[in-house]
């Protein structure tokens, strides 16, 4: 990278901080894209500007552990302001079959949230993987735009008020992208194309107004050709969304990181620069830390860990203030994480802040200190 290319990095870093920080404005910046709210200037109001409420935390959750494990339970209401289902509001869940809607367990969430003062954040709308078999008779693109479509009126609608924040598309690009129009395969894109995007988030928009609508991607903060063609491509994508005005309010940086790739700070940096410049939010969506490579011992592992978190946290939230931070899993109890990346040692996985036992580990208090802004 030339010393030219550093300094615009650094100049628009710094001005996207200082707008994430509520600065009253940037010398020499101009456009709406930038534009911030003036800040008071009183002495009561400087120091009121001060007191940070902490950055909400929450965590995906199961139903059935929710219901059946009473000291699953309890430690999610003491640790979580956020909840998000892994799987309940997935298509296979509650869309099984044509016509077919099945709201049992989401709504066991939903009261769940509701009883105890958490907030739900809805997942996921328009996703390649997870689809009932089912779907994949849909022939045309009519039929792929009426199921879609009426797939979001009934679910988003059902929860209107409820929900604040859906991941609305998830996951859109292939593992290595040539550019925005690189998505992956799937019922919706072999029969809409690149319109379902923004079909789905219209519809989405329409059914709850007043909820935030999320575009939820991985793999982009690493170090390497593949991981910034992803981001680059999701920059041009979010553009490309920004220009025909589809309605978009933050993006889902899920943040599932590996032990052994590094974070590529400048390149995460300046994507988020780029989020920043088109007036859209950042929501650390998925967090965990996949130990499956790291050393046995549980102390060095967790440390490791926590390490890791910290370095991507660090990252983001030099640059932006993102509106929550969420893991995928609280616990180490339940994780996805053994399914796919099982330990050769056969000890368990511990990517979560909470082990199985629901004890506290260092990734938990890495949290604590980013989202509270106290370092």
Known sequence: MTATANSRRDFLLHATKAMALGASGIAG?????????????????????????????????????????ASYRAAVIANCQIVVPEGEMKWPDIHPARGEYRFEKADVLMDFARQNNIEVRGHTLAWYGGM???????????????????????????????IPSWDVVNEPLVDWPED?????????????????????LRAAAAADPDTRLVLNEYDVEFR???????????????????????????????????????????????????IATLKLDVLITELDVIDYGLPGKVGERDALVADMAGQFLGAVCDVVRPRAILTWGLSDRYTWVPTYFKRIDGMPNRPLPLDAELKRKPLFDVIEQYRRNTV
């Open 29 to 69: 910046l101009s456009g709406a894209a930038l534009a911030t709210p003036q800040t008071p200037t009183s002495a009561a109001g400087a120091s009121a500007n001060s007191i940070r409420v902490p950055i909400p935390y929450g965590a995906a959750v199961r139903v059935d552990a929710l219901t059946s494990d």
């Open 132 to 162: 009932p078999a089912w779907t994949a008779a849909i022939g045309s693109r009519a039929e792929a735009e009426r199921e879609l479509v009426g797939h979001i009126e009934t679910v988003v609608s059902r929860y209107r008020g409820a």
């Open 180 to 200: 925005e129009s690189s998505l992956r395969p799937s019922i919706w894109t072999s029969r809409l194309g690149p319109d379902y995007l923004p079909i789905a």
């Open 224 to 274: 390497g050709a593949r991981f910034a063609a992803r981001r680059k491509a999701l920059v041009r994508l979010l553009r490309s969304l920004r220009d025909r005005d589809v309605p978009l309010h933050a993006v889902g940086l899920q943040a599932h990181l590996f032990a052994d790739r590094a974070i590529d700070r400048d390149g995460l940096q300046e994507l988020l620069v780029e």
